[in-house]
């Protein structure tokens, strides 16, 4: 049963408003109307409710009794609930025995007609005296103020607001998202109407804010999310992005960026200037320290097996660093002379330059490194361990193995059948693509650091499996595949038919050997193309290959293909082969063929061919080299500790791990694959090699490996403009010469290589070289830093995040991006800037000092089609840019204007002397920029076409520099920052404010408070006096100690509740729990927020709100229907 | 894909020329176009001065047409006049935005027994050329590339205003991506969508002859050797008042003004005749083996 | 009531957004038809499908709820509640005969002032489209509330609760 205060005796007190009511409704008319509402005591008006004497009359109703409850019907109770309520307070009821009747915003400043007001006016009236007699008292809750404060974004705004906040003995967290605190202000060079500079008012505000022992400053941090803590309070999750550099060692003595090769667009000079990938926006930053822009892994590096740097190597050789770039390449690679030659280079099929013209030559530079240094030496092991292992095979899969564990300290043995070391790299690789003497030289470096390698020793004959898993902690399977595969054709067995690694095999060992004058080779992989080039040096006239496919769906690498078409190699597509003829005497005499064509597409994707019935046709030739793929020679190892297979007859292991079946002994390269590029076989090797040191180790084998191996990076480059170069071809020896053994291309000369490396776009930003760590005596640098989460709790947060600028691009008709002579007006106020990139010099793109120059206003703004508001700042910075353009250059200066918009304290002022310094003012809106001269005069300038709409005529103003002045615009992620902190954005995008005129800097989120470019485009002055009135706001706050909640919350009637729990769910604050003894629903007052959503969901009306219980909504709903 | 064609008056009239090479070119391309049967006016710009609802009902009529005709899902309706591609494209707009039009219209189209349920794409054949089929298409079927001739390109005003379907409003390029296409160079000029001088060459000459001289004498100023236009108006006030500006302006203004539907005819390997280019007043240097005029 | 019928509309605007709204309307003197009265809820999540029912029954002729755009609630997900059973109740009111159309649902935020005239207007013309909603209309007062009345005037008649 409510508690009340005796019998509703209500009074309702109508406010005219000055006119704002009483013009539009009928107030005699409706206090007699009040009269007649139920329990209706007392029916007053009055000039102004909200006056003292106005609220005065309330109280005195209220104390002589002649009412207990109070409607006014006034304004919005957002503007005057409060004030009402405290009145009958002081009236002696209780403040919640009142309500507000809305006729101002809702009656007499939306309605035409009078008398419609007026019935409208009643209808409120009749709800709010139907109501109040239903309201029952309520206490206020308090709940504390958190004194910490959060301020995000380290513009003017937030440094203002901080300092003051902080001065008050208030602790600060000022966020910042760039490198350093100082925003836009930053950026300018004079500020208006005065003409002061802004670094010299700024700057000792900044280092003040990383000074001051209240303030904690986080730049490179941005506010991930923030949620409730308490009833009132914040708990406010922030990220700090790695900087890779230690902002509390590092002194910010730039030797760093002095040693970096990576040049970048510098955004603090708008793009005018440059910076290095380590840098810091500009010399009085705050903090003063550096940071390191990654983007991620370049795509070429994330797409190499291995991830070789080559970034990094390419970028230091672009700059002459070519001992710097051994190192880089040394860092993930101990073959990279033989890569260099024969690595099919994944990374350049996902080269960026290739989206642009052609991908860089990736190998072709790591070559001429390894050309440049022939006796370079690998690092040695820093420790030692004293496990051997075993590895079985030479080839790339088990050096690499061999090295990565040697670099761990362990002592690795290879045991190779062949006479020679490196597998397929010696015996199937011609020497003209990889000479002899550069493997050897690279088993030797890898035979210098400790690795032993023997030779003539084929496990299964010499030693066997079994033995090699006792004497050895773990073993390594690496034999490559080197078995044929047959074509299963009729007379593959005569003579002068060959294998195509066999052939390839016995060049290699015993030399070249005459095949006669025509030669076929049957495949289209590599290793076929290799015994073409091979056949021709063997002294053939005529190689064929000859191909069941087309040359689409060729696998071996398109140029090794060209080449061997350029020595003479001919081609015969969809064509196979059906029978060899010739007999045991005459040998190979010719083949017969099957013309074939493309089908649907197989399991490899690719069209399968399919035989043309009848097509036969007959090749004659005298010898066949049939290179259609290898499968491993599994069988050569003789008995094999039950290693399982699969019916590829490869080895099978464990993806990740490499691990067979049997433990300790793992598998890799071709052996396990099939038939596969070099690169691979090295990726298989590390990784066996990572597994058997945690084996060795006992650690887990497979945790965290997903970066393994190639990936493709996520983010896109913007490659617009880039100027078109394509790859730079490596010189090779005349053709006639290539019917020897003797490399063919002879790689690329120092000037050459420098030039192809300038072709990277840095698509990491930074190349990962470490330079800087080499010259970095704090030992700031480091790479390895990741992200850091950090929590605070807060009880108030100002918002400061400030503006963007208006993309000139938007308006192609104004020429900005397509006339290098188009600027915007921050491009021009960092040219004006004496520290900027033109050192303070106004000059045209090709140095020329401009002689006239337009100025265009209102870009952006003040335009339907883009943003329809005024700007504010556009007017006055393009009156400070006219004079300092005029003092530097004496050039002639004409300002497109739409109106000059000049309010504030001496800017009109400072209009009137621009216009006495001879700058000239057109009025009308621009149309177009052109460089379309239709007069002498007009030859080799832009042209500005503008209405002149004092005149009254058209006009064509020849320019040599045209200056947009763009408009501001809220930050691109102002919508996604408003969700994040509970406040709404008002027209243009920018943050609301609780009230336009009396609370500018509040939001209708408690506690939540804006100031700056964020709440609206403004100027300096305004947005240092908005930080003021913020930090007040929060001051008072603080100081009060404490906020009154409405009381609002809900609750439930446990004698209607039947305990549905429909409730539950429902609360976004989790505040309603179950209470099983009872088994009703139980309401926790502290973590209701009042919406109400569970007592429109309760189906027996047990959960109720306070203040907008059912009864009192229904009593509302039959007032303002009950009359209309 | 199968495409409807509307050709208009004028294709039909006095650009003859652009009929022939659109659809010359488009059977080169190997992409099939039906002429919509029973087509009547556009609409076109002077009605729709006059009376816009009249204006719309007869297009609605041709759009009501194409649905009948074509019975996909979305019939694709190419409008190579860029008047009739504006008539057209503004009443499927005011179809779908204003109720009030669309009322009337429906009632409109109820007395000739037609209904029209909106769903017509109206597109500008250099939309096609470019979005559909793509350069890399078109510049693979090149079989006469237009080696070093130079062309202005010339859209006009009305197939990018107001509505930019497919190309940018004040410095298009869809047409230059397609002459590059094709072999030839395009002269970089700032007046690619700039009157022509339009209706106001009949009414006010002294107006509009201006208009076309300042076009082609800042081509012929940067070295173009052909005018490329999408426009019947465009390449007729262009073309037919060379004499004229050369008098007014007192300097020779002599250059070819062709329709681009004509080159890319002629890069494919079209004949000249079929291409209708014989119908030139000024006419066309031949370009093949590269030959170039002025030189 | 002689005179010619004009559409009564109750109105529910969450206080955060659309009640907002409707100041910033009134602020910017953006005159729209009367028809509408106004009932200010904290959220929309408070709008109980019964109101609705009440108010037709108490002789409205429409109901317009108004809350916050998706996402951006006061309480997170109220306005999603609502709108849940926004479409429940229309299923319910086509059952009992009452045209779905007499209800309308709108995100209109804080700053949203013209939407809330365009809507206003909007919904006004719509219900004269309608026409009257000639619902029997109900008891003015239900039993139980007239008991819950006297008890708020009888408990005084006995001195009140201190």
């Keep these: 049963m409510p508690e009340t205060n005796g019998a509703p005796k209500i009074g309702v007190y109508v406010c005219h408003c000055g006119v704002n009511i009483a013009a539009k409704v009928n107030i005699p008319e409706v206090v007699e109307f009040a009269r007649t509402l139920p329990f209706v005591t007392v029916a007053r008006d009055y000039k102004f409710m909200c006056s003292d004497p106005g609220q005065e009359l309330i109280q005195q109703d209220l104390r002589e009794g002649r009412v207990n409850r109070v409607v006014v019907a006034s304004c919005s109770p957002l503007m005057h609930e409060a004030t009402f309520r405290r009145a009958t307070a002081e009236g002696g009821q209780n403040p919640f025995f009142f309500h507000m009747a809305n006729i101002r915003e809702h009656v007499s400043w939306v309605t035409a007609d009078e008398h419609k007001a007026t019935e409208k006016a009643k209808a409120l009236i009749a709800a709010a005296v139907r109501r109040v007699a239903f309201h029952e008292p309520l206490e206020k809750k308090r709940v504390p103020v958190h004194p910490h404060v959060l301020i995000v974004g380290g513009g003017i705004a937030g440094i203002e607001a901080a300092l003051k906040i902080a001065e008050a003995g208030k602790k600060v967290y000022l966020v910042e998202r760039e490198p350093t605190i100082g925003g836009h202000m930053a950026q300018f060079d004079k500020c208006f109407p005065t003409l002061d500079c802004a670094a010299c ?424 080299i049939v290179t259609i793929g290898q499968v491993p020679d599994i069988a050569s190892l003789g008995e094999r500790l039950g290693l399982e297979t699969t019916t590829w007859g490869t080895f099978k292991v464990d993806d990740v791990t490499l691990e067979t079946n049997v433990p300790g002994v793992f598998a890799g390269g071709d052996c396990v694959t099939g038939p596969d590029v070099v690169v691979n076989a090295m990726y298989a090797g590390k990784k066996a090699a990572i597994s058997i040191d945690r084996y060795l180790n006992k650690l887990d084998m497979r945790a965290g490996r997903e970066r393994e191996g190639p990936y493709r990076t996520e983010y896109t480059i913007d490659t617009s403009g880039t100027p078109l170069q394509k790859q730079i071809p490596m010189p090779a020896i005349e053709l006639a010469r290539r019917r020897t053994f003797e490399e063919v291309h002879t790689g690329y000369t120092k000037e050459l290589a420098i030039a192809e490396a300038k072709r990277c776009l840095d698509c990491g930003i930074c190349c990962d070289c470490r330079l800087c760590a080499t010259v970095c005596e704090a030992k700031a640098i480091n790479y390895e830093m990741k992200d850091e989460i950090q929590e605070i709790v807060v009880g108030s947060i100002i918002l400061a995040t400030g503006f963007k600028l208006f993309d000139a691009r938007r308006i192609p008709r104004y020429g900005y991006g397509k006339y290098p002579n188009v600027y915007t007006a921050l491009e021009v106020e960092r040219m004006t800037n004496s520290a900027g990139p033109t050192g303070g010099e106004i000059r045209l793109r090709d140095g020329r000092k401009p002689k006239a120059v337009g100025i265009i206003h209102c870009v952006g703004s003040r335009d339907r089609n883009y943003n329809s508001y005024c700007s504010r700042v556009c007017c006055l910075y393009s009156l400070k840019l006219a004079h300092l353009i005029k003092e530097r250059t004496g050039a002639e200066v004409y300002n497109f204007y739409i109106d000059m918009r000049v309010p504030g304290k001496a800017y009109e002022e400072f209009y009137d002397r621009m216009l006495e310094e001879g700058i000239h003012f057109i009025r009308g809106r621009v149309a177009e920029v052109t460089d379309h001269a239709m007069t002498p005069d007009e030859e080799g300038k832009l042209v500005i076409r503008a209405e002149d709409t004092l005149i009254g005529v058209i006009r064509r103003i020849p320019v040599d520099m045209v200056v947009l002045a763009v408009g501001l615009e809220p930050q691109a992620d102002a919508d996604e920052v408003r969700r994040k902190f509970y406040i709404s954005c008002g027209s243009g995008g920018f943050f609301l404010e609780r009230h336009p005129k009396l609370a500018p800097v509040q939001t209708f989120a408690d506690g939540i408070f804006i100031a700056g470019a964020c709440q609206g485009p403004k100027d300096i002055q305004d947005t240092v006096a908005q930080a003021g009135a913020a930090a007040a706001e929060v001051l008072s706050l603080i100081d009060r100690g404490f906020v009154e909640l409405e009381p609002n919350t809900a609750f439930i009637q446990e004698e209607l509740c039947s305990g549905c729990k429909t409730c539950i769910p429902l609360c976004p604050f989790s505040a309603i729990s179950f209470n099983s003894d009872k088994g009703v629903a139980a309401i926790n007052e502290a973590l209701c927020k009042g919406c109400g959503t569970c007592v429109a969901a309760c189906p027996s009306g047990a959960a109720q709100q306070h203040l907008f219980t059912d009864e009192q909504i229904y009593q509302e709903i039959e007032g303002v229907l009950s009359y209309v | 894909m199968k495409y409807l064609y509307y050709p208009g008056c004028s294709l039909k009239g006095t650009s003859r020329g652009y009929e022939e090479s659109v659809l010359a070119a488009f059977e080169a391309l190997g992409v099939a176009v039906d002429e919509l049967e029973d087509w009547n006016c556009c609409g076109a710009t002077a009605y729709m001065a006059v009376d816009e609802m009249k204006a719309f009902a007869l297009a609605a009529r041709n759009l009501a047409l194409a649905e009948l005709q074509d019975g996909s899902e979305h019939p694709t309706l190419i409008a190579p006049c860029s008047g009739c591609y504006l008539v057209l494209s503004k009443t499927q707009h005011y179809l779908q935005e204003y109720s009030e039009v669309s009322r009337m219209i429906d009632g409109a189209l109820q007395a000739a027994r037609l209904r029209y349920a909106r769903t017509v794409h109206v597109r500008h054949p250099l939309d096609i050329l470019i979005n559909e089929i793509g350069v890399q298409e078109i510049a693979r079927k090149v079989r006469q590339p237009l080696q070093g001739l130079k062309v202005a390109s010339y859209y006009g005003c009305q197939i990018v205003r107001p509505y930019a379907a497919f190309d940018d409003q004040v410095n298009p390029k869809t047409m230059d991506n397609l002459m590059q296409a094709l072999g030839a160079e395009t002269v970089d000029w700032p007046l690619k969508t700039r009157c022509c001088g339009g209706s106001l060459m009949g009414t006010l000459p002294e107006v509009g002859v201006p208009l076309s001289y300042i076009l082609l004498k800042e081509a012929l100023k940067r070295g173009a050797d052909v005018v490329a236009t999408a426009c019947p108006l465009c390449q007729f006030n262009l073309e037919c008042y060379q004499d004229k500006m050369s008098h007014q302006f007192k300097e020779r203004i002599e250059i070819p003004v062709v329709y681009f539907t004509q080159l890319l005819g002629l890069a494919l390997g079209v004949s000249e005749r079929r291409l209708g280019m014989h119908r030139l007043l000024v006419p066309m240097p031949t370009v093949r083996g590269g030959t170039r005029p002025h030189a | 009531m002689s005179e010619q019928w004009e559409p009564r509309i109750v109105a529910f605007f969450c206080t955060w957004c659309t009640y907002t709204a409707a100041d910033l309307a009134g602020i910017s003197r953006m005159t729209y038809a009367p028809n509408a009265r106004i009932v200010r809820l904290m959220c929309s999540g408070r709008m109980d499908p019964q109101f609705v029912l009440k108010a037709f029954a108490d002789g409205a002729d429409g109901v317009l709820i108004g809350g916050c755009h998706p996402g951006d609630c006061h309480y997170q997900a109220g306005n999603y509640k609502a709108l849940r059973r926004y479409t429940l109740l229309k299923r319910v009111l086509t059952e009992m005969g009452i045209e779905p159309e007499r209800v309308r649902l709108e995100w209109i935020s804080a700053s949203e002032g013209d939407r809330v005239q365009k809507v206003m207007n909007e919904m006004v013309e719509q219900i004269r489209k309608l026409g009257p909603l000639h619902l029997e209309k109900a008891p003015r007062r239900t039993a139980a509330a007239q008991e819950r009345e006297r008890e708020a005037v009888g408990v005084s008649s006995q001195g009140g609760a201190r």
């Design chain 1, 201 to 624: 008012i700024l700057t000792p505000k900044m280092t003040q804010v990383r000074a001051h022992p209240n303030i904690k400053l986080l730049t490179y941090s941005e506010v991930e999310s923030v949620e409730p803590y308490d009833l009132r309070n914040f708990k406010v999750t922030i990220r700090r992005k790695a900087r890779y550099v230690n902002e509390d060692v590092c002194t910010g003595c730039g030797l760093c960026a002095d040693v970096c090769p990576v040049t970048v667009p510098s955004e603090f000079d708008e793009g005018l200037g440059t910076r290095k990938a380590i840098y810091r926006p500009f010399p009085q930053a705050v903090p003063n320290v550096f940071t390191i822009s990654r983007r991620g892994t370049p795509p070429c590096q994330a797409a190499c097996s291995i991830h070789q740097n080559a970034q990094g190597y390419i970028t230091l050789i672009a700059h002459g660093k070519f001992k710097e770039a051994l190192d880089v390449i040394l860092r993930d690679n101990p073959l990279p002379s033989i890569c260099g030659r024969i690595c099919t280079h994944p990374c350049t099929v996902n080269c960026t330059r290739g989206t642009v013209d052609e991908p860089l030559n990736i190998p072709g530079l790591k070559r001429f490194i390894t050309d440049l240094f022939p006796d370079y030496k690998l690092p040695t092991p820093t420790k030692e361990r004293p496990e051997k292992i075993a590895i079985v095979g030479s080839g790339p899969a088990g050096l690499m193995c061999a090295y990565e564990l040697r670099q761990r300290g362990y002592k690795p043995v290879i045991f190779e059948a062949q006479p020679v070391a490196g597998g397929m790299l010696s015996v199937g690789i011609p020497s003209f693509r990889l000479p002899r003497d550069v493997i050897t030289k690279e088993i030797n470096r890898l035979k210098e650091i400790g690795i032993e390698i023997k030779t003539n020793t084929p496990v299964g004959k010499a030693i066997t499996l079994e033995q090699l898993r006792q004497q050895y902690a773990a073993v390594f399977i690496a034999i490559g595949a080197h078995v044929e595969r047959k074509l299963k054709v009729p007379g593959e067995d005569l003579p002068g038919v060959f294998g195509g690694i066999e052939f390839l095999r016995r060049v290699n060992l015993e030399g070249p050997f005459n095949l006669g004058e025509r030669v076929l080779v049957i495949g289209g992989g590599n290793s076929a193309v290799d015994a073409a080039r091979t056949a021709l040096r063997c002294g053939a006239k005529e190689v064929t290959m000859v191909y069941r496919r087309t040359r689409a769906e060729m696998p071996a690498d398109p140029k090794e293909i060209e080449a061997a078409e350029e020595e003479g190699v001919k081609m015969l597509f969809l064509a196979a082969p059906k029978t060899i003829l010739g007999n045991k005497e005459t040998g190979v005499t010719a083949l017969e063929c099957l013309k074939m064509k493309l089908g649907a597409p197989d399991a490899s994707g690719r069209p399968a061919p399919e035989p043309i019935p009848g097509s036969e046709f007959v090749l004659s030739c005298d010898a066949i």
